[in-house]
């Protein structure tokens, strides 16, 4: 996940080591920024958390309305690296 890339971007730091690549999961607001920054933390695999609570809602319903629904809803997941940072922006969540 992302807050243990970060740790990672840390260490590597603290160790001078630029010569490693880090990636992260989630698509953090931080993640975000070091990417956006040009440093070595260079991608995140990323889902919408509104998207998934979009599909949440919808299924809670189906269920209240005692409907058949979906046990395995999949989301929508990307990669975000320094060419599409900007289109998520670094200030909050996708």
């Given at each position: ?5 970060l ?34 933390f ?53």
């Open positions: 996940n992302d807050p243990t890339a740790g990672a971007l840390a260490a590597c730091k603290a160790a001078n080591r630029t010569n490693i690549l880090i990636y992260g999961v989630d698509g953090s607001p931080e993640a975000k920024a070091e990417i956006a920054s040009g440093s070595q260079v991608g995140s695999g990323a889902q919408s958390p509104i998207s998934i609570g979009v599909e949440s809602v919808k299924l809670a319903y189906q269920v209240l309305k005692g409907e058949a629904y979906e046990k395995r809803v999949p989301v929508q997941t990307f990669m975000i690296n320094k060419d599409n940072v900007a289109q998520y922006g670094t200030d909050g969540w996708q």
